[in-house]
């Protein structure tokens, strides 16, 4: 794999994840992303991999919240993009997966990293995952697939938003989440897709938001879409697939992002992650893809009193030739510098034999 990126990342994780829990999830995440990579990868692997995964949680809260809130929000994002991409791929694939694992991880993660800036992301996320999991799935396909496509997609929309909220919650809860899935998937299938795309799309977005306790909405929207697609796609496949799973998440994350082609990390983390493991898998795939792409888009938007109002401009070129059969040869270099506060409790038990060429 050959790469090239640009851009630069901070980041702040709290998270809580129980395999064998309940509980509930939270996400807050605002920003956006940029960047600009183009490579080759070329590969060989067989492997196998055994885990087994259970989890449940039960929890019991009490708690009182009186809250009184007032905000606004003004955003203006501005973008095109226009796209146009030729792509081959033909693979070969054979796999064996079954899977049970059990386990905790609670952990705080806060971070920075600058690959040289080409892009901004701003999130915060908080949550918690429980997850119990058993699964088999057994794959064999053979395909190709050769692509073009040019498009184009105009967009307009206006609106606006004013609340403002208080108020007051006491609450005493008591609960037990357990999630369960049974599933099975068998299919063999021949097939031919011929498609050809263009696609155009522009955006523009400001916005203003006041939360008050009453609230006025008014939404204008505009938009074209242009598309033409070309293609060919050749597709045998068998495989089987049987899962069972339970599982919770809650998390927090609040971070930062922004990229561009050399830069350094700075982390900061602090957890705990408890895991057993069992399961199997085997895999032997071989395939080659070739992928050519070009991109703009814009976009304008005006709604809740946000307007919106942007492009997004995007080229690629690519070559992907991968054959696996479980062996791996890695070369490396960059720089990264790295803070890591955090505990880590691991108890697995399985095997994995993994051969790969790269």
């Known amino acids: 794999m050959s790469l090239k990126s640009e851009g630069s990342m901070s980041l702040k994780l709290e998270g809580y994840m129980s395999l064998k829990s309940e509980g509930s999830m939270s996400l807050k995440l605002d920003g956006s992303m940029s960047l600009k990579l183009d490579g080759s990868m070329s590969l060989k692997l067989e492997g196998y991999m055994s885990l087994k995964l259970e989890g449940s949680m039960s929890l019991k809260s009490e708690g009182y919240m009186s809250l009184k809130s007032e905000g606004y929000m003004s955003l203006k994002l501005e973008g095109s993009m226009s796209l146009k991409s030729e792509g081959y791929m033909s693979l070969k694939s054979e796999g064996y997966m079954s899977l049970k694992s059990e386990g905790y991880m609670s952990l705080k993660l806060e971070g920075y990293m600058s690959l040289k800036s080409e892009g901004y992301m701003s999130f915060k996320l908080e949550g918690s995952m429980s997850l119990k999991l058993e699964g088999y799935m057994s794959l064999k396909s053979e395909g190709y697939m050769s692509l073009k496509s040019e498009g184009y997609m105009s967009l307009k929309s206006e609106g606006y938003m004013s609340l403002k909220l208080e108020g007051s919650m006491s609450l005493k809860s008591e609960g037990y989440m357990s999630l369960k899935s049974e599933g099975y998937m068998s299919l063999k299938s021949d097939g031919y897709m011929s498609l050809k795309s263009e696609g155009y799309m522009s955006l523009k977005l400001e916005g203003y938001m006041?939360?008050?306790?009453?609230?006025?909405?008014?939404?204008?929207?505009?938009?074209?879409?242009?598309?033409?697609?070309?293609?060919?796609?050749?597709?045998?496949?068998?495989?089987?697939?049987?899962l069972k799973s339970e599982g919770y998440m809650s998390l927090k994350l609040e971070g930062y992002m922004s990229l561009k082609s050399d830069g350094s990390m700075s982390l900061k983390s602090d957890g705990y992650m408890s895991l057993k493991s069992e399961g199997y898998m085997s895999l032997k795939l071989e395939g080659y893809m070739s992928l050519k792409s070009e991109g703009y888009m814009s976009l304008k938007l005006d709604y809740m009193s946000l307007k919106l109002d942007g492009s997004m401009s995007l080229k690629s070129e690519g070559y992907m030739s991968l054959k696996l059969e479980g062996y791996m040869s890695l070369k490396s270099e960059g720089y990264m510098s790295l803070k890591l506060e955090g505990y880590m409790s691991l108890k697995s038990e399985g095997y994995v034999s993994l051969k790969l060429e790269g």
């Open 210 to 242: 006041s939360l008050k306790s009453e609230g006025y909405m008014s939404l204008k929207l505009e938009g074209s879409m242009s598309l033409k697609s070309e293609g060919y796609m050749s597709l045998k496949s068998e495989g089987y697939m049987s």
